[in-house]
């Protein structure tokens, strides 16, 4: 009775995680320490819960679908400040559609972008591998066919554009690239981005680009696609991007994102929520609107994780193939085999972390491109993380040394 497809889903990397675990108990005399999951741990703004309580009167209304004339605003002229656009090249009427989170949008929009057939043919969707997992699962039930681009240290963890082959570019309906990218931290620079349009308009496909973690980063602020359409001088076409307050604002719970872009793909999109979509309230339209035209403790919930890359640097350097990641807030660390080494953190020092190879899928037989990983979480506290990462060298150290002593014997053995 079901829709067969659904089967074929790969199991969620949080259920693979739990059964891995499974009757093995962390030893006594450590707190346990989750650093699996990415939700925010900073205490949200006050803005949020003040405008929230401002607006309460409107909890009995019936919200609009398209999003409050003031939230599509605010989120128009953020776009225009943070992507530095050109006034009104952003038209809150024609080029947004706020959302109940990304995740609802990105999973949607693949039902409005991907045809039954493509030049005659079903159509792919091209994502990176590794990957969030609702990009195959959008691209699967809407029944087209992934194709997984590895992302690799070689090629800077972000999928080789001209490795694809032109055969796919032109079965292909929808990319979906995610900059900053979830799990390795590295973003797209504008010239790539610039060529993934040009593939996506040369080939009529969608590019589709997650920018959730685009104001997490380090040093300097990723580049977005919209910035990438403005540099090119054509407009939006073909190209659609999303973003939320979950990670900007660590607002998770709130529920409140948005997609942009191409104002048929846009307007199209709106109509299919009006029958498919979440409302979001009110009163939390209205935070985020107050939240989007507020810089200020974006600043500061980036200094925090700063703060925590620095002592996981301090813990960590040189070891597991350690990189300070541009964006984002995980440590995507090289431990030799990521479900053996989650096992043996949780076992021995209480500590939760997911093995890569669980955000990846190994297409055709070909080995997964990110068994080798575990990836954790810098959301807790400064001393919690602190105090992680130390778990992490005394337990892992001395088997991943072993490991590379070993490889390196047997590559010099006659």
């Not at 066919?145 to 032109?170: H, K, M, Q, S, Y």
């Not at 602020?221 to 001088?233: I, N, Q, R, T, V």
């Not at 001395?398 to 490991?403: F, G, I, N, R, T």
Request: hydrophobic share 45%; charged share 20%.
């Amino acid at each position: 009775m079901l829709n067969p497809l659904f089967d074929t889903l790969p199991a969620y990397p949080f259920t693979g995680l739990n059964a891995l675990l499974q009757g093995v108990a962390p030893p006594p005399g450590y707190r346990p320490i989750d650093m699996a999951v990415g939700d925010p741990q900073h205490a949200a703004p006050p803005l949020l819960a003040d405008t929230v309580a401002r607006h309460a009167a409107d909890w009995n209304r019936y919200p609009p679908m398209s999003g409050t004339p003031e939230l599509r605003l605010a989120i128009t002229e953020w776009l225009t400040r943070r992507y530095r656009l050109a006034p009104g090249t952003v038209s809150p009427d024609h080029h947004v559609a706020p959302l109940a989170g990304s995740r609802e949008g990105i999973v949607l929009f693949a039902s409005l972008a991907i045809p039954r057939r493509k030049n005659g043919r079903r159509p792919v969707v091209l994502m990176p591998n590794p990957h969030f997992l609702i990009y195959n699962s959008a691209a699967t039930l809407a029944g087209a066919e992934p194709v997984f681009l590895p992302a690799r240290r070689n090629n800077g963890f972000l999928p080789d554009l001209d490795a694809i082959p032109a055969e796919t570019l032109d079965r292909a309906a929808l990319f979906y690239l995610c900059s900053p990218s979830n799990p390795e931290g590295s973003f797209a620079d504008l010239e790539y981005l610039k060529r993934a349009i040009g593939l996506a308009r040369r080939h009529d496909f969608v590019l589709v680009v997650d920018e959730c973690y685009s104001e997490i980063y380090d040093r300097e602020p990723p580049p977005g696609a919209l910035e990438a359409c403005a540099a090119l001088g054509n407009g939006f076409d073909g190209v659609v991007v999303f973003h939320s307050l979950s990670k900007r604002s660590s607002a998770a719970g709130m529920r409140s994102a948005f997609a942009a872009g191409d104002p048929k793909l846009i307007g199209d999109f709106a109509r299919l929520r009006s029958y498919h979509g979440v409302h979001v309230p009110l009163p939390i339209q209205a935070a985020a609107a107050a939240l989007w035209r507020d810089e200020r403790h974006v600043e500061e919930n980036r200094a925090k994780y700063r703060r925590k890359f620095d002592l996981a640097e301090g813990a960590l350097a040189g070891k597991f193939g350690f990189y300070r990641p541009p964006g984002g807030f995980f440590l995507w660390l090289d431990v030799g085999d990521g479900e053996k080494a989650a096992l043996r953190l949780w076992r021995e020092a209480g500590l939760r972390a997911l093995p890569g190879g669980y955000l990846a899928v190994a297409p055709n037989g070909a080995d997964n491109p990110a068994r080798q990983y575990l990836r954790l979480a810098l959301v807790h506290s400064e001393p919690t993380v602190e105090d992680a990462c130390q778990r992490i060298g005394r337990v892992l150290e001395p088997d991943v040394s072993a490991a590379v002593a070993k490889v390196r014997a047997e590559a010099i053995t006659p």
